[in-house]
Nanobody
Framework: QVQLEESGGGLVQPGGSLRLSCAAS????????MGWFRQAPGKEREFVAT????????FYADSVKGRFTISGGNARRLVHLQMNSLKPEDTAVYYC????????????WGQGTQVTVSS
């Protein structure tokens, strides 16, 4: 099993920045994806960004391109999401997720961390 723990959420003013972190523990895999999703109240959960560890490739939702950056930490299975130029519509619970296959589902999820963008 894989356990995920998010941190770094909070309240920030529009235009501000936050850095989310996710640490994975438990079973190890040679290749995997770690990513971020978000869900606002009454809305569907949506993809935000992901990083593929075998080659370091990253992918972003169009809504966050140019503002958010996903990166790996110094330790394997540690991922960060740097969020800049935050907008009110970025307000959501942000979830860290883990999967081992390109086309497979994200089958491990963290508990989520609240990000609120408001003045």
């Amino acid at each position: 099993q894989v356990q995920l723990e998010e941190s770094g959420g909070g309240l920030v003013q529009p235009g501000g920045s936050l850095r989310l972190s996710c640490a994975a523990s438990g079973r190890t895999f040679s290749s995997y994806f770690m990513g971020w999703f978000r869900q606002a109240p009454g809305k569907e959960r949506e993809f935000v960004a992901t990083i593929r560890w075998n080659d370091g490739s990253t992918f972003y939702a169009d809504s966050v391109k140019g503002r958010f950056t996903i990166s790996g930490g110094n330790a394997r299975r540690l991922v960060h999401l740097q969020m800049n130029s935050l907008k009110p519509e970025d307000t959501a619970v942000y979830y860290c997720a883990f999967k081992t296959r390109v086309s497979g589902p994200y089958n491990y999820w963290g508990q989520g961390t609240q990000v609120t963008v408001s003045s």
